[in-house]
């Protein structure tokens, strides 16, 4: 089976940097996403690592180390409507068997 | 546009009574999959589908059915639901591996 772990809650302040961090378990692993779910919304897509190495999208990059099963997002210049939830999901096996992680609520605060 | 349409948003029911929810797209991808959410359990995998006719199960299968008959539904059937199944369920969209998943609106079920 799968598991991944991330952390349950961050806070951090407008304009300021976070990292949320992922680390997995699995077998025939192909690739790393991570999704944006803000209250009573549906996740939505935010970044995807195939390989190893580092996605800049805008404001958001996304890191993956295959060898240490483990990724994080990067969020930087930090908004208030980046307060959400965030989950990281890993797709495995020849099939896309997708399984997301429990999600970090992240706070941004003035 | 893309489009995930799932129906109906909100839904209460009573233990044992049949219901279907359905879930449609306009993007012709192959994969669809239904999830479900619960609080600090995240997204679970109920069931996917990988084209037509060719339905697996995903981590928590149990009381739920689907089917595939066309490519652009996916209902989400409980035969029997029961108080553990009050959840939010969402269904999700592909194109392959390494394409975002696109999600539609939810629905909040409540079995009484």
């Known amino acids: 089976g799968q598991s991944l772990e991330q952390p349950s809650e961050v806070t951090a302040v407008e304009g300021a940097i976070v990292q949320i961090n992922c680390t997995y378990q699995t077998s025939g692993f192909y690739g790393l996403s991570w999704y944006q779910q803000h209250d009573g919304g549906a996740p939505t897509f935010l970044s995807y690592n195939g390989l190893d190495g580092l996605e800049e999208t805008g404001r958001f990059s996304s890191f993956l180390s295959r060898s240490d099963s483990y990724g994080y997002l990067l969020l930087q210049e930090l908004q208030m409507k980046d307060s959400a939830s965030y989950f990281c999901?890993?797709?495995?096996?020849?099939?896309?068997?997708?399984?997301f992680g429990t999600g970090t609520k992240l706070q941004v605060i003035p | 546009e893309a489009q995930v349409t799932q129906n109906p948003r909100y839904l209460i029911t009573v233990t044992g009574k049949k219901l279907t929810v359905t879930c449609s797209q306009n993007m012709n991808h192959e994969y669809m999959s239904w999830y479900r959410q619960d609080p600090g359990l995240g997204l679970r995998q109920i069931y996917y589908?990988?084209?037509?006719?060719?339905?697996d199960k995903g981590d928590v299968p149990e009381g739920y059915k689907v089917s595939r008959k066309e490519k652009r539904n996916f209902p989400l059937i409980l035969e029997s639901p029961s108080p553990n199944q009050t959840s939010l369920y969402f269904c999700?969209?592909?194109?392959?591996?390494?394409?975002?998943?696109?999600f539609g609106n939810g629905t909040r079920l409540t079995v009484t």
């Open positions: 999700a969209v592909g194109r392959q591996e390494d394409s975002p998943l696109h």
């Open positions: 999901a890993v797709t495995a096996g020849g099939y896309q068997k997708v399984t």
């Open positions: 589908s990988m084209n037509v006719e060719v339905t």
